[in-house]
């Protein structure tokens, strides 16, 4: 069975920085593409940031030079690296996996419980 579990969510003051985590198991991660979403109240949800099997990474116009996705095969384990924060960000934050089609990143399975990010003074 594929579980996806996010943590390290929080409070924090604008300005701040918060590592997530996504640990995951069922899958053969290390050839797994996985992404970032994130949901704001009364937004749609929406993609931040992925990156591919091979490590090319992508961000959303919104993140690019404050968040930074990476991930760790030996760990079963994709990061993101949260810098600079604005209250904006304010989310639950979901990890996915997905398919690449050229450069598009088409997510597939359920979602997980997400972690909640808070940016606030």
């Known amino acids: 069975q594929v579980q996806l579990v996010e943590s390290g969510g929080g409070l924090v003051q604008p300005g701040g920085s918060l590592r997530l985590s996504c640990a995951a198991s069922?899958?053969?991660?290390?050839?797994?593409?996985m992404a970032w979403y994130r949901q704001a109240p009364g937004k749609e949800r929406e993609l931040v940031a992925f990156i591919t099997s091979s490590g090319s990474t992508t961000y959303a116009d919104s993140v690019k030079g404050r968040f930074a996705i990476s991930r760790d095969n030996a760990k079963n384990t994709v990061y993101l690296q949260m810098d600079s924060l604005k209250p904006e960000d304010t989310a639950v934050y979901y990890c996915k996996r997905g398919r690449m089609s050229g450069r598009i990143f088409y997510p597939y399975g359920d979602w997980g419980q997400g972690t909640q990010v808070t940016v606030s003074a």
């Open positions: 069922g899958i053969i991660f290390s050839i797994a593409n």
